[in-house]
């Protein structure tokens, strides 16, 4: 079993070295912004929030954001609560044996662990819940567009040195399992009826079919 997990981590570092390696200097801001989901993003996010609002009315929107809240909180502490400080796999750039061989951007070099990434998990959670909660025709250009974030987001953090391949596909299980049954709660609640308005891709309760014939 030793053996297999040496060979494993083993592996993960050579995969590594070679993502981080294709770097190039116009690419370090890019893949900088791109880390930086708290910011860089807004504007996108805003421009969804509306779409949503459009679309589903505040109260599903609501409903919606606080799932997402909360998965993002659960992810979160999981990863950085619970598994960094309890694995202690240290980061490429807290690596000795790599010292020299990781590229860096700006001098950031992140905190001494690194299993799991929870910008991973974040954003991979959030894609998953809107996917998972959202799942119709009406939604068909979400997808691509979550996806797209979350794989820029998971990528830089390899470019810019902080986290493993192996950090980022277990950040990625880990929101997308934490995500799910958020999703499938948020279309449960939809289908009770409770809140005004039908959600794409759910069939609308007994009242609401009522209200729209009177």
């Excluded at 997990?5 to 893949?31: E, I, K, Q």
């Excluded at 609002?53 to 950085?80: E, P, V």
Aim: proline residues 4%; glycine residues 12%.
């Amino acid at each position: 079993m030793e053996t297999v997990v040496s060979g494993l981590d083993g592996l993960d570092r050579r995969l590594f070295l070679l993502l981080n390696g294709l770097h190039a200097t116009w690419l370090d801001g890019a893949m900088w912004a791109f880390s930086q989901l708290g910011v860089m993003w807004v504007p996108l996010y805003l421009v969804l929030i509306w779409l949503l609002y459009q679309r589903l009315g505040w109260r599903r929107l609501g409903l919606l954001l606080f799932l997402i809240g909360l998965t993002i909180t659960i992810t979160d502490q999981i990863a950085s609560g619970l598994l960094k400080p309890l694995v202690a796999r240290p980061r490429p750039t807290h690596q000795p044996a790599l010292s020299g061989l990781v590229h860096t951007v700006y001098g950031y070099t992140g905190g001494e662990f690194g299993f799991v990434s929870s910008h991973a998990a974040n954003s991979v959670g959030v894609a998953v819940v809107l996917m998972t909660a959202l799942r119709s025709e009406r939604f068909r250009w979400l997808a691509p567009m979550v996806l797209t974030v979350a794989a820029l987001g998971s990528y830089s953090r390899i470019y810019l040195g902080v986290h493993y391949p192996g950090d980022i596909l277990c950040g990625a299980l880990l929101g997308g399992l934490v995500a799910i049954p958020m999703g499938l709660l948020y279309r449960r609640l939809i289908r009770s009826g409770r809140l005004v308005s039908v959600d794409a891709g759910a069939e609308p309760s007994r009242s609401e079919q009522h209200q729209r014939l009177s």
